[in-house]
């Protein structure tokens, strides 16, 4: 069955965390004392204006020296790579006019120059960028910078002053956000109560599903709500806390659980790292949030003009990467950092990025465990899994578990995960840790072809946290241990639960005509599924899957080649599969062998992992699908009532 990605509880820093960032240390360590050669001296003069956060990013060459600028062609490659040193350095040596070309080049400088305490040097770097500017946006941009510098220095009433002058020209919410993160840090509590206050509706609309437009809107809601229930958490405000928190709680009652967990967090302090903090940490959190306003700014007007969005946005990371340089013990925007990278699958920036943290955590060991398994260096990532285990305390522990679970089932280490998972589940104490662990040891026990064992794992998740994600997967469980009919019934409930949902149709589709003979019904549904997402990479396979079904294989090749497309840099094991068999029976044996042999080195579940072996070796020996005329296709195909289940 086609799953979408599970969508975690939305209680962002109250909620029970399972995501691990994933990165690593890909800097060569040094094992030898090499003497200085000219060029090294020459970076090491370059580089000493500069904070010693941006040194500390340097990436680092085979000798244990700096790479410097000239190892990057323009200064987005040094963004990539995470080494900061080299992009400020580059940065600043632009011609003014192409310097001008942005305020974000001016702001890079000066918030360098303020992370090695020059505040006088940053404030007249700004103040230079805004006369040369005279742009009125540029210039309350410039500004809220300088009432930040200030505040550093620590002349909190010119700073607050400055900054709500200068609010009402930011993006979105970030000024208001800002103005409270100061507030906050300079001491000043209840005045940021009364912006959050000021900022959090009345009544909240969660999102339908995933592709809904109100997704954008919500998740800022939802980061005001869970500030606003921190600050008030932390000064002994409890109930009041948790009335606020009730908000999104009633907003998506079927995530009541996890609520009810993230509830138990403000009273308790479990999973809560809740410490007032530094005006340095304010900072470079407002500096996130206006990084990440803005590239949404510039997805909408993309999509306005027509276009889309690809690829790594480079102006977010060097903005996001400079304000870790602000607070580099920041984790939130180092995990953010470092998932941004990974998902334009640029390994050794991530990899660089979670390396150059002051301190070497569990998370980060998991993170570099992931990165050595993405790069086939199996031994070094257990390596890293055992010294994650050793770095973790009581509080980082299960999370730390997730993520070597999650690992050793990716390397195939059955006996390791088997151990893992029965200590994940006795460590689980509420009801939305236990669910989780069932959850983790379905996917764990589906991995290895246990499937008897996966649907019981699934039915306990079910039973402990009865919501859509934990229906549908026990429905993926069933369908693998063959008990279709019950697992049918399931997914056409809840296709009439979420009608305009388009995972939720791909989901039923795929498995119809994946896992029964319906297979006109199946090509409808993910007809529509299509047509509801077009740019879907799984749901392109899907419809892909139904036409080679169908004996289309041209088409069938058509829509998975642009699956497969549309995921590039990444890969998945199921869309090389089908794009094999597609191939065979096309007379392309040898593009046919690349794709089973990429599926393959894609971890695939134990089933699926032998079916490849087979193919790789005795190819396939069955007839090509039989074409059929394909059904016709409208609107209200995939709609299901209740006499349908």
């Keep these: 069955m086609r799953l979408k990605n599970s969508v975690a509880a939305s209680a962002l820093a109250l909620s029970f965390c399972l995501t691990v960032s994933l990165g690593a240390c890909t800097s060569a360590p040094v094992t030898e004392v090499v003497e200085n050669q000219p060029e090294d001296i020459a970076i090491a003069e370059t580089y000493s204006g500069l904070s010693q956060a941006a040194r500390d990013t340097s990436v680092l060459d085979a000798r244990g020296k700096p790479v410097g600028p000239d190892a990057y062609a323009v200064p987005s490659d040094a963004v990539k790579a995470g080494d900061m040193a080299a992009f400020i350095t580059m940065t600043r040596n632009l011609d003014m006019e192409d310097r001008d070309a942005s305020p974000l080049f001016d702001a890079f400088i000066a918030l360098d120059e303020a992370a090695a305490g020059k505040f006088e040097d940053a404030r007249q770097t700004l103040a230079d960028a805004s006369a040369r500017s005279g742009e009125a946006g540029e210039t ?222 569990a998370a980060l060991q998991i993170a570099a465990a992931q990165a050595k398994l993405m790069s086939g260096k199996e031994d ?75 649907v019981e794992h699934a039915e306990q998740a079910r039973d402990l946290d009865d919501t859509h994600d934990r229906r549908v997967v026990l429905a993926d469980a069933l369908g693998r241990n063959g008990q279709i009919n019950e697992a049918l019934a399931i997914l056409r409930t809840e296709r009439l639960s979420r009608p305009n949902d388009p995972y939720m149709l791909n989901t039923l589709g795929y498995f119809l005509i994946e896992r029964t003979d319906k297979l006109e019904e199946g090509f409808k549904v993910l007809s529509r599924a299509r047509a509801m997402a077009e740019r879907d990479p799984y749901i392109a396979d899907s419809l892909g899957w139904a036409y080679f079904k169908l004996g289309h294989l041209s088409e069938a090749k058509r829509l998975i080649e642009l699956a497969r497309k549309e995921l590039e840099p990444h890969q998945h094991w199921e869309i090389e599969y089908h794009l094999g068999d597609i191939y065979w029976y096309l007379g392309d044996k040898e593009d046919a062998e690349a794709a089973w042999q990429t599926a393959l080195d894609n971890r695939p579940p134990a089933a699926e992992k032998v079916a490849l072996a087979d193919r790789l070796a005795n190819g396939l020996n069955v007839p090509e699908p039989e074409r059929k005329a394909l059904p016709d296709v409208s609107l209200t195909d995939g709609e299901v009532g209740r006499q349908d289940i």
């Design 140 to 361: 309350s941009f410039y500004i809220y910078l300088d009432a930040w510098l200030l505040a550093l220095e620590g002349d909190a009433d010119e700073a607050i002053n400055r900054h709500r002058g200068a609010a009402g020209g930011m993006p979105g919410l970030t000024g208001d956000l800002s103005l409270a993160a100061m507030l906050d840090a300079l001491g000043r509590p209840e005045q940021a109560l009364a912006v959050y206050e000021a900022m959090t509706p009345s009544k909240i609309e969660a999102p339908e599903h995933q592709f809904d437009p109100k997704g954008l809107l919500y998740s800022h809601i939802r980061t005001v709500i869970s500030r606003h229930a921190l600050l008030l958490q932390r000064l002994g405000r409890i109930d009041e806390a948790k009335a606020v928190y009730q908000k999104l709680a009633d907003a998506e009652p079927e995530e009541a659980i996890s609520y009810a967990a993230a509830m138990d967090s403000l009273e308790t302090g479990k999973n809560l790292r809740n410490q007032p903090q530094t005006v340095a940490e304010a900072f470079s959190q407002s500096l996130s949030d206006v990084s990440r306003a803005l590239q949404e700014q510039r997805i909408i007007r993309r999509i306005m003009m027509g276009g889309r969005v690809e690829g790594f946005d480079d102006q977010r990371s060097a903005f996001d990467q400079v304000a870790l340089l602000i607070s580099p013990e920041n984790e939130d925007l180092r995990s953010g950092i470092i998932d941004e990278m990974y998902a334009s699958a640029l390994y050794d920036g991530v990899a660089h990025v979670a390396n150059s943290a002051p301190e070497a955590t």
């Design 380 to 454: 070094d990532a257990r390596a890293a899994i055992d010294r994650a285990l050793s770095l973790t305390d009581e509080d980082d522990r299960l999370s730390t578990l997730y993520g070597a679970l999650q690992l050793h089932s990716r390397m195939n280490d059955e006996k390791a995960s088997r151990t893992l998972i029965q200590e994940v589940i006795a460590m689980s104490e509420n009801p939305a840790e236990k669910a989780a662990a069932h959850g983790l040891a379905t996917d764990i026990y589906n991995q290895f072809g246990d499937s008897q064992q996966a």
